[in-house]
DNA sequence: TTTCTATCCATAGCTAATCTATATATGCAT
DNA sequence: ATGCATATATAGATTAGCTATGGATAGAAA
């Protein structure tokens, strides 16, 4: 019986990265706010979270910044870069034509055979 | 520069298995099938494809008979098994609802914060 | 006061999926 | 004879994501 996934592989930059472009988050926020806005069907894991996060900050599409949430904790906000901006761009664009691909894969058309 | 990718990972054998409810393939022609339905956006690479087939004769969703083809080569023709049929199934939906989750993360909604 | 839950970070190690590269073989056209 | 399309297959590398674990603190509950 395979395992229900936690979310669709290759897309968990893509996710980070749009979730960034509402407001600043720390990691905990990040992973809380995909979760919510899910309806509870996309959960990213501490395990793939924080590597995801140091990738992206080598990459230079976010910028981190410790500071204080207003419980008074210290946690590690990030920032989207203007990299980060234009590689959201990019996957989104890339993922769009993917699922449009895969509609017509999936459909039973006619043709193209 | 992150590489575009052949294909959305996670999604490979739910493409074979719906390839196949059109009609029993080898692997060559499920390969193409997959390319043209797509419009050439997506692409199974062989070292992709053939692992992929041993992995689902093995968890019984396709079985594979050695035929000749229309051009006189051998290949294995594979035709889906009702195991199959019912896992494809399985896969819509979990990818359907993936899909829409992640639908709403891209979506800008002013909710669920 | 102790215990539990929620908040927060991070890494080591495993597994699974995909890609790259390579090997083999044949039918057909040039 | 050379190359191209057809056809199968595996070894090896890479990568993403998950499991499991470790640590720390605030606040509520017991």
Chains 1, 2 share one sequence.
Do not use: C
């Amino acid at each position: 019986m395979a395992k229900k996934p936690d979310l669709l592989p290759g897309t968990l930059d893509m996710l980070i990265l749009k979730t960034l472009t509402r407001a600043p988050l720390h990691g905990y926020g990040i992973a809380l706010s995909i979760k919510r806005f899910s309806d509870d069907v996309l959960t990213v894991e501490e395990g793939s979270l924080y590597p995801a996060l140091q990738r992206m900050l080598l990459q230079g599409w976010v910028k981190g910044e410790w500071k204080v949430t207003e419980t008074g904790r210290r946690a590690r906000f990030y920032t989207l870069t203007a990299a980060g901006r234009k590689q959201l761009g990019v996957e989104l664009s890339q993922f769009d034509q993917m699922i449009a691909a895969i509609g017509r894969v999936l459909r039973d058309a006619e043709e193209a055979g």
